[in-house]
């Protein structure tokens, strides 16, 4: 019985080594992988799913965040009522955006507080009458070295780098 026992851990050992063996060669083959990187919004945005339609969040040059919706082949779709809120900064000083229409976008009226890893809320309701769907995230403005795009945009991804 005790050999048993002695031949079944060494097997089990010998098997999860091997495991952990590939694991690690898998992990460093690859330089970067983006779970939803194919999501990134028409503009280069993150694109937000809890709303029907879709919509695509993006911070533009001026620091204005822009606001498009989206149907299910990434075409815009103009707003149609949609009001939307959305609240960033830190937590003890937060900023307020609101958006106005400018074209088949919303804008905000104002620009991002200072800081480049803001908590942030996005609430967008589809009229005045409906609930608020909310969708939360940090805004990281920094750009991913692999894919050029803003971290914010790439949603939870992971960043398997080379050793």
Known sequence: MKNALAIMSILLTTALAGFADDKHKHDHDHDHDHKHEAEVGPTGGRVLHKI???????????????????????????????????????????????????????????????????PTVVQIRANEKARAVTEKFNLNLNKCPHTGHPEYALGEHDHDHKH
């Open 52 to 118: 029907e339609p879709h919509a695509e969040f993006f911070v533009n040059k001026d620091k204005k965040v822009e606001i498009r919706f989206i149907d299910d082949n990434n075409k815009v779709i103009a707003p149609s009522g949609q009001l939307v809120k959305v609240t960033t900064g830190t937590r003890k000083n937060p900023t307020q955006l609101t958006f106005v229409k400018d074209g088949n976008k919303l804008i905000s009226e104002q620009v991002l507080p200072e800081g480049n890893d803001n």
